[in-house]
């Protein structure tokens, strides 16, 4: 047994020595009371019955069973010792037994250091049903001082059962309470070291959604196939699916589906159709996994195939068996996602409130200063006057910038609202500065991508909206945006003058663009319009079926 073979290496020998010198005290103590060798046998028996805490320490089954020997050892050794003490005459039979029931102690305090009250008072039961056995069997149990001697030492072990675990924790020093910062800073350092030894060095939910349906492809061949996470509210986002059509799962967990069940039940369901909303097919299985890591469901899988009866016991359990360690990775990659998202969210309110309080205050006493300098001039100054009303003009410029930067740090994709509704908010807004007149089309399923990603598909379409009013001289500004997840397309187009404008801050702002499309793995388009302007697109995923059903809009708005 491994136990056994690790139990002497593991010895503690502090609880050794408690053994070897209360068996010597006891051996004294009894060869004291009785005047006699042969009751030494019953130290012997009680030296074999504590062999298991020398060896067997942690056995979950040899530790306990060498306690209850050791405690039922000890109380017929009281009985028939305290027999022999009062036969020689030597001593009483109560102090016959008080040499050998000290032994009780070691047995009772082993189990309660262990934290094993339910055994203590086992044991307990055991000792006085040993004690009134022994004392019936050597014809004790009628002397007063043996039943007295007996009672005293089950109270002292019961003292030791039930106080130790008290005294424990009174000996033991609290433990410091580590300060919130400090933890985080521990936490986030080791998930950047973490994350740096990953393969591909990647916490990207979207990819490990992906790597997790092709190997289920290996395991559980079929049509079609998702991995879903929850996105709050009670609904579903689509982290990535596969197959020749593109599916609109049913997203919500309040419906009756497999997809309910799963999550509710945390065990894996298998269905006799299909868990989309729209299957034109006559015949589907499907099978929906739950991704639990520890106690909390964090996402489904969703495998379906066109034919009755695909999903046997035997293909359950191989699906689960990729899906088990599939969910710690994914759980991992949604933790990352939250603490980023935080962290810029934070970043981008404290930037604000920092311009907010500092710059822009300032350009508007700089204004008012302007102003009064106007209102001061003497009579004849008019180069003056017009020098200060261009400076006036210019620092009511920037301040308009600066508001609508403000406004850009402070737009957040509401998890009601959806991404188009964050998109033509601020594109109204900007167009509504500039003099643009803005054309939405909107084709937003009601399925929802997840936050992280529909955080910077909002980014992407604001650098995109902010160029196309800075820099391309546009009258009109067209705004598409589509989704239907894993799969989405922004489209924003003008007809001002294109590409000709060279200035460095357009460039960096494509830069960043392209390094946000990069993050989310999509993918940047910079094409010219025709017959002028410039339209800026980025997709994400793989288009969509033709016939899927979706509620659109297409209005013009603007001045």
Not at 253 to 263: Q, R, Y
Not at 291 to 318: H, Q
Not at 333 to 347: C, G, I, M, P, Q
Not at 459 to 485: F, M, Y
């Amino acid at each position: 047994m491994p136990a056994l073979a690790s139990g002497p290496a593991r010895l503690r020998p502090a609880e050794a020595a408690a053994r070897v010198v209360m068996l010597a005290l006891v051996a004294v103590l009894t060869l004291t009371a009785t005047d006699d060798p042969r009751q030494l046998g019953w130290i012997v028996l009680l030296a074999i019955a504590a062999v298991p805490a020398f060896v067997a320490r942690e056995h979950p089954f040899l530790a306990p069973a060498g306690r209850f020997a050791e405690v039922i050892g000890a109380g017929l050794a009281a009985g028939f010792i305290a027999h022999s003490a009062d036969t020689v005459g030597r001593v009483s039979a109560g102090f016959g037994a008080e040499a050998v029931l000290p032994y009780l102690a070691v047995p009772l305090l082993t189990a309660a250091l262990h934290r094993r009250s339910g055994e203590g008072s086992a044991l307990l039961g055991a000792a006085a049903a040993a004690m009134a056995i022994g004392g019936l069997a050597s014809g004790s149990l009628d002397e007063p001082g043996y039943l007295a001697a007996a009672g005293q030492w089950l109270v002292l072990g019961a003292i030791i059962t039930y106080a130790a675990e008290t005294m424990r924790q009174l000996l033991q020093p609290p433990e410091p309470t580590p300060q919130p910062y400090a933890e985080a800073t521990r936490l986030l350092t080791q998930l950047r070291s973490v994350a740096r030894s990953l393969p591909g060095a990647t916490l990207d939910p979207g990819g490990i959604s992906e790597h997790l349906l092709e190997e289920l492809r290996a395991v559980a061949p079929g049509h079609r196939a998702a991995v879903l996470s929850a996105s709050g509210g009670g609904r579903l986002v689509v982290l990535a699916q596969s197959g020749a059509e593109r599916v609109d799962w049913e997203t919500t967990l309040d419906a009756d589906s497999a997809i309910a069940d799963a999550w509710a039940t945390q065990q894996p369901q298998v269905a006799s159709r299909s868990q989309a909303r729209t299957h034109s097919g006559s015949e589907a299985s499907s099978l929906v996994v739950p991704l639990v890591a520890g106690v909390r469901t964090i996402g489904l899988v969703i495998l379906e195939t066109d034919a009755n009866g695909a999903y046997p016991s035997g293909v359950v359990t191989a699906v689960t068996e990729v899906t088990g360690p599939a969910a710690l990775r994914l759980e991992a990659a949604l933790l990352f996602d939250d603490v980023r998202s935080l962290a810029t969210n934070e970043e981008r309110q404290r930037l604000a409130r920092e311009i907010h309080d500092g710059v822009a205050q300032e350009l508007v006493m700089v204004g008012y200063g302007i102003d009064n300098a106007q209102a001061t001039l003497p009579e004849g100054a008019e180069e003056t006057a017009e020098e200060l009303r261009t400076l006036r003009g210019e620092v009511t410029r920037v301040i308009t910038e600066l508001r609508l930067s403000l406004f850009e740090l402070r737009s957040e994709v509401d998890r009601n609202g959806g991404l188009a509704a964050a998109i033509a908010e601020y594109a109204r807004t900007l167009g509504t500065s500039a003099g643009l007149r803005v054309h939405f089309t909107f084709d937003e399923s009601t399925a929802r991508l997840p936050a992280a990603t529909e955080a910077e598909l909002l980014r992407i379409a604001q650098e995109a909206i902010t160029n196309a009013r800075k820099h391309a001289g546009a009258s009109n500004l067209w705004v598409t945006c589509t989704v239907d997840p894993p799969y989405a397309e922004i489209e924003v187009s003008d007809d001002g003058k294109g590409f000709a404008d060279e200035r460095p801050d357009g460039r960096y702002g494509l830069t960043i663009m392209a390094e946000r499309a990069e993050r989310i793995r999509g993918r940047l388009k910079i094409t010219p319009r025709h017959p002028s302007g410039t339209t800026v697109a980025v997709v994400l995923g793989t288009p969509p079926r033709r016939d899927s059903v979706r509620e659109s809009v297409s209005a013009p708005e603007g001045e």
